[in-house]
């Protein structure tokens, strides 16, 4: 936890690394800033701080039109030690109580509702439905002033149920309607459109594109010099976006085109974990620096590689095992190019409904390997649970298959795949260290080691 006096020198250096870690509210104006906002420094006396941005709209506080507080990047989910309390808020930034209620997500995590309430009273300062009140109303702002959406078409993408509810929720909490908010912009019913994601630096692109481009699958991914894209299919929506790097304001423009915008607010989640927008590298390396010694040269900014679905993910770890990366790829791109669904974005990658009713003659493989794949698509057709450790079941799936789906299709960030090729032989060139020091990061760990080859 940072102090008071870090916050105060943060401020005044307007140091983009704190950005999104608190924020900075004026009692003289009533408006609450990011740390790197360009308007004219405050005096201390008239400057209160707070962690989170909720904290700062619901003591009454308006956000700023200059910095936009919805746009700082998010602080990082697994930091800490009150594991259970981030990973709720976590699930709550991902829409967990759009849907369900409060009793829902505290039998998810394993506690009762009055612990749950707890927690956040705890570490957050206020009840998880007010929190994820904000969030809808947060991701509504930055609709409202980036996109040319409808206001009804932002409501109900937002997750609220009707714009009346919208409208009351978001001028309780901002002072201002959402009409006030946009302006003059022009509004209209659209299919795509351009958000700018945040991140925090330092963020390595360079690496991360090789790895993309390295396993990009034509026809379902493009990856350029600056550029990730890919369509996606994600519960009844399915699309395409591009996210285009911008090194200069820390962050990727994202072009998404969308059949259905009520799951908008879904993909865009999807998006930032892909390219792992919410990671907090100066804390993930600290951590392994202490962990693995001076002598390891760590990859600065390096990022975990998120793929869209954990089924995807698991058919991908299935399609890799003990051959080349090569051979992984063009494995999954027969795959695509088979039974791939072709949509007026472009193909998709295969539904689990479709590989279960393939016998996958197309491809040239053991028949073990060919029924595994099918014996994951027929689990997954009808999976009513995230557990990927269920999957140990299946014949042909093993630890490293159910860790690599985790690490990529969860982006889960404390995985260790020590039994991986590949990080044996970087661990052989490396001097010796304990890897359970490098928790809760060993998925940051894994992919350095990938790195060493």
């Known amino acids: 936890m940072y102090t008071k006096a870090q916050f105060q020198v943060a401020r005044q250096s307007r140091d983009p690394r704190f950005d999104g870690l608190f924020y900075v509210a004026v009692k003289s104006t009533g408006i609450y800033c990011r740390p790197i906002c360009p308007a004219p420094t405050a005096k201390e ?54 849907s369900n209620t409060t009793a829902h997500l505290a039998e998810r995590l394993g506690i009762s509702v009055r612990h749950l309430n707890g927690l956040f009273s705890e570490y957050f300062a206020t009840t998880p439905k007010s929190y994820a009140i904000y969030k809808q109303c947060d991701f509504a702002k930055q609709l409202l002033q980036q996109t040319s959406l409808s206001i009804s078409e932002i409501a109900f993408a937002c997750g609220f149920a009707s714009l009346r509810r919208f409208n009351d929720a978001f001028s309780k909490l901002y002072q201002l309607t959402p009409s006030a908010i946009r302006g003059n912009r022009k509004q209209h019913i659209a299919t795509e459109l351009t958000l700018f994601l ?121 399609l890799g095992q003990q051959v080349s990366v090569k051979a992984a790829k063009n494995y999954v791109q027969q795959l695509v190019n088979e039974l791939g669904k072709v949509t007026e974005y472009g193909v998709l990658f295969p539904a689990p409904s479709d590989v279960a009713a393939s016998d996958l003659a197309f491809f ?84 350095q080691l990938w790195n060493k080859l």
């Open 198 to 318: 945040p991140y925090r630096p330092p963020y390595n692109w360079r690496t991360l594109q090789r790895f993309l481009a390295t396993r990009a699958i034509d026809s379902l991914e493009t990856v350029t010099e600056n550029s990730y894209a890919r369509t996606f299919e994600l519960k009844n929506a399915c699309g395409y976006f591009q996210a285009q790097h911008n090194e200069t304001r820390h962050g990727f423009d994202v072009t998404i085109a969308i059949n259905k915008v009520e799951f908008l607010h879904e993909v865009v989640i999807t998006i930032r974990r892909l390219l792992d927008l919410d990671a907090d590298c100066q804390v993930i390396e600290s951590t392994l620096k202490q962990a693995l010694g001076t002598e390891f040269e760590l990859v600065n900014g390096l990022r975990l590689p998120g793929i869209c679905t954990t089924f995807e993910a698991g058919i991908r770890a299935i």
């Open 45 to 98: 006396q008239n400057v209160e701080y707070y962690t989170y941005a909720h904290q700062a709209a619901q003591a009454g506080f308006r956000p700023c039109i200059r910095c936009r507080p919805d746009s700082a990047p998010n602080s990082y989910a697994w930091q800490g030690t009150a594991t259970t309390a981030h990973r709720a808020r976590q699930l709550i930034d991902e829409g967990a109580l759009i």
């Open 364 to 447: 040239k493989m053991p028949a073990r390997r060919k029924q595994a794949v099918i014996a994951l698509a027929e689990y997954e057709a009808s999976a009513s649970t995230n557990d990927l450790t269920n999957w140990l079941a299946i014949k042909g799936i093993g630890p490293w298959t159910v860790q690599y789906a985790q690490m990529r299709g969860q982006s889960h960030p404390d995985i260790f795949l020590g039994g991986d090729l590949g990080v044996v032989k970087a661990l052989a060139k490396c001097s010796s260290f304990d890897v359970a020091d490098a928790a809760p990061f060993r998925s940051y760990l894994t992919f």
